[in-house]
């Protein structure tokens, strides 16, 4: 079982930024590809970013391309979501999640593979 706690969500206005983290409770995340989703109010869960447990391969969605970043530090026990130039559009309750079973290199971007869900944290942007 593992355990995810997110932290880093808030208040910002728009055009601001925030740096989201990912940690697993008692273990490294070193084998798990993860992912950052969102769901907004009225909304689907919808994936925002991957990236592969290798930390060498992501992928992002179309609506957050070249604003934000996701990354995993060296002993793969954390994973951060960088978000910049946010807009009221990206407000949500943000999750990381980590999928077992991915290869290497593999970004995975499908909500159904990934088996353990933090229990998310806010982000509000106001314009």
């Known amino acids: 079982q593992v355990q995810l706690v997110e932290s880093g969500g808030g208040s910002v206005q728009a055009g601001g930024s925030l740096r989201l983290s990912c940690a697993a409770s008692?273990?490294?995340?070193?084998?798990?590809?993860m992912g950052w989703f969102r769901q907004a109010p009225g909304k689907g869960r919808e994936f925002v970013a991957g990236?592969?447990?290798?930390?060498?391969?992501?992928f992002y969605a179309d609506s957050v391309k070249g604003r934000f970043t996701i990354s995993r530090d060296n002993a793969k026990i954390t994973v951060y979501l960088q978000m910049n130039s946010l807009s009221p559009e990206d407000t949500a309750v943000y999750y990381c999640?980590?999928?077992?079973?991915?290869?290497?290199?593999?970004?995975?971007?499908?909500?159904?593979?990934?088996?353990?869900w933090g229990q998310g944290t806010q982000v509000t942007v106001s314009s």
């Open positions: 999640a980590a999928s077992s079973g991915a290869g290497y290199q593999e970004v995975v971007v499908t909500t159904t593979r990934y088996v353990y």
């Open positions: 008692g273990r490294t995340l070193a084998y798990y590809a």
């Open positions: 990236i592969s447990w290798s930390g060498s391969n992501t």
